[in-house]
């Protein structure tokens, strides 16, 4: 009897196939990258010298269109990466704190940042509260 194997399975030795169900350097004709130029210090590095994301941008995408990867990609390495953003100084009282006292809709912006404190002490104020205006309707007439 022959011993047969299920459905998509393969004798390594007929076609070629390994024990993965893919072929053995499926995708050779796509060059291998050993290092990258960064486009801030103008020096090529090896592939550690960059993040992920930043190898990701620069290896070639068979499944993009072909202007996305006809495009000139900026890759920046590690150290010209700048770091996070940890404060923001607040516009109104222009005190330098830490995230945690901005509004997430404020941290959007960073130059108009304005302060959890201040955004209060501004809605408190009330605008309807101020001296009556000289016009009232008996001017009018």
């Known amino acids: 009897m022959s011993r047969q194997d299920p459905a998509g399975r393969y004798n390594n030795a007929a076609t070629g196939y390994n024990n993965t169900g893919s072929t053995n350097s499926a995708n050779s ?31 070639y ?13 900026t890759i920046s390495c590690k150290k010209c990466t700048p770091a996070q953003t940890t404060q923001l100084t ?3 009282c222009s005190k330098t704190l830490p995230l945690d006292k901005f509004a997430k809709s404020q941290r959007r912006n960073a130059e108009k940042a304005r302060c959890i404190k201040c955004i209060k002490k501004r809605e408190e104020e009330d605008v309807w509260a101020s001296d009556p205006d000289t016009d009232s309707e008996d001017d009018y007439y």
Request: proline share 9%.
């Open 29 to 59: 004709q796509t060059e291998q990258l050993k290092s990258l130029r960064c486009v801030f210090c103008d020096m090529d590095k090896p592939l550690d010298a960059f993040s992920a994301t930043q190898i990701q941008k620069a290896t």
């Open 61 to 73: 995408n068979p499944y993009a269109p072909p202007s996305f990867n006809a495009k000139k990609k």
């Open 90 to 92: 607040c516009m109104i």
